[in-house]
């Protein structure tokens, strides 16, 4: 009990003197640290590389479903691992178009034209699903991995760098304001221990902030994947439509 009654204390009069440390440089009043500018170049990389990747991937999920509640409910199927075999825009046109066919005649001209419409539209929503799942397999997921992954780590460790640089700066404050030897002494030990754990995490968030390089040539690699499934898609549809057209203007001559 007195162990825990001491580590609490230990651990207010920390988060006290991070907090007085905070204002006083809010205030212009406490001296602050500074990175270097190798570090800062770093953390602005990762901080574009967040928002940015953030901002793609939400469009792209977009672009592959633009339904919004189609989207949550993919999310939540996913998330509960329930796989559900969800009919496309293409496929329940094509649906409607089959049916309406045969409800008018498939021996009618009208009703021939729309059976051959709708049968493409199926066509098509079967490639859309192929081109959806490729696309999320090859480029979406591995942009969800890197955000719920690296990127949260980096993060992380950036927020305890900042409080071992408040700690450092904290200490350099009381080592400035010590009046006794004793005090002194106290304060410049709690300065070395304090640099000497700012100076590894600050090496710790750098390595991880340099990975962000083989993060870019990673999603560069899935772009370009992603890139030739959308060719495969647009390029099995024109050619889906072509041969349709191609029916059609048979069936009214």
Partial sequence: MAFSFKKLTADASTAFNRAKQFTGEQLGTAEKTEYDAQFENLALRADKTKLWTEKILKQSETVLEPNPAA?????????????????????????YMIEAGNEFGPGTAYGSVLVKCGQTELQIGTTEKEYIQETNNKFLTPLRTFLEGDMKTIMR???????????????????????????????????????????????????????????????????????????????????????????????SQ
Avoid at 76 to 87: E, F, P, Y
Avoid at 159 to 171: G, M, N, Q, S, Y
Avoid at 193 to 215: C, H, N, W
Avoid at 219 to 245: P, T, W
């Fill in 157 to 251: 460790e950036r927020k305890v760098l900042e409080t071992k640089r408040l700690d450092l700066d904290a200490a350099k404050s009381r080592l400035k304001k010590a009046k006794t030897q004793e005090a002194h002494t106290s304060a410049e030990a709690e300065v070395r221990v304090a640099q000497s754990e700012f100076d590894r995490q600050t090496e710790v968030t750098k390595l991880l902030m340099e990975g962000i390089s083989s993060a870019h040539a990673n999603h560069q690699r899935c772009l370009g994947e992603y890139v030739e499934e959308q060719m495969k898609f647009y390029a099995k549809s024109h050619q889906l439509m072509q041969q349709l057209n191609r029916d059609m203007a048979t069936s």
């Fill in 71 to 95: 989207r949550v409910e993919e999310f939540v199927n996913q998330t509960l691992d329930m796989k559900r075999d969800r009919v496309t825009n293409h496929e329940l046109l094509g649906q």
